[in-house]
């Protein structure tokens, strides 16, 4: 899991955010929660997707209006498999690891793959 995970405001413009992962060399970030009251991420595909390709100004948007929503969690004690099938299941890349419903970290599949290449598979 990638601890402390990078959270901005809902209103901030998405062209903050690209510079804040950028600077992090982060390929997402949690969106705190807005009006709606619900938290979501915003990756890299999700700019390249609902900004780049559908020729909106990064500067114009909010990253509430590009953020996927509702998060996908686990809590903290979930095991690598249960969480893997959990991503393949929802058909995403990430999940974010929540405790006393706050987001406490990133689990990617990239960290999933690293860690049963280094360790295997648990019993």
Same mark, same amino acid.
């Given at each position: 899991?990638? $601890?402390? $995970? !990078?959270? #901005?405001?809902?209103a &901030?413009? #998405? *062209? %903050?955010a690209m =510079?804040l992962?950028?600077?992090r =060399?982060? +390929?997402? /970030?949690?969106?705190?929660p807005g009006? %709606?009251g619900?938290?979501?991420?915003? &990756?890299?595909? %999700?700019v390249?997707?609902r900004?780049i390709s559908?020729?909106r100004? $990064? @500067?114009?948007?909010? !990253? +509430? *209006?590009?953020? @996927?929503? $509702?998060?996908? &969690?686990?809590p903290?004690d979930?095991?690598?498999?249960e969480?893997? *099938?959990?991503?393949?299941k929802?058909?995403?890349?990430? /999940?974010? /690891?929540?405790e006393?419903?706050?987001?406490?970290?990133i689990?990617s599949? &990239? %960290?999933?793959?690293?860690? !049963?290449e280094?360790f295997?598979?648990p019993?």
């Amino acid at each position: 899991m990638n $601890p402390e $995970p !990078v959270s #901005v405001a809902a209103a &901030t413009s #998405v *062209e %903050d955010a690209m =510079h804040l992962m950028r600077e992090r =060399h982060i +390929s997402s /970030v949690i969106c705190e929660p807005g009006d %709606d009251g619900a938290w979501g991420i915003m &990756t890299q595909r %999700d700019v390249l997707s609902r900004i780049i390709s559908a020729g909106r100004r $990064p @500067s114009d948007a909010r !990253v +509430s *209006e590009v953020a @996927s929503k $509702p998060l996908v &969690t686990v809590p903290g004690d979930m095991g690598l498999q249960e969480c893997a *099938e959990k991503m393949s299941k929802e058909n995403i890349r990430r /999940v974010v /690891v929540v405790e006393n419903e706050r987001p406490v970290g990133i689990i990617s599949d &990239t %960290d999933i793959f690293a860690a !049963v290449e280094q360790f295997g598979l648990p019993e």
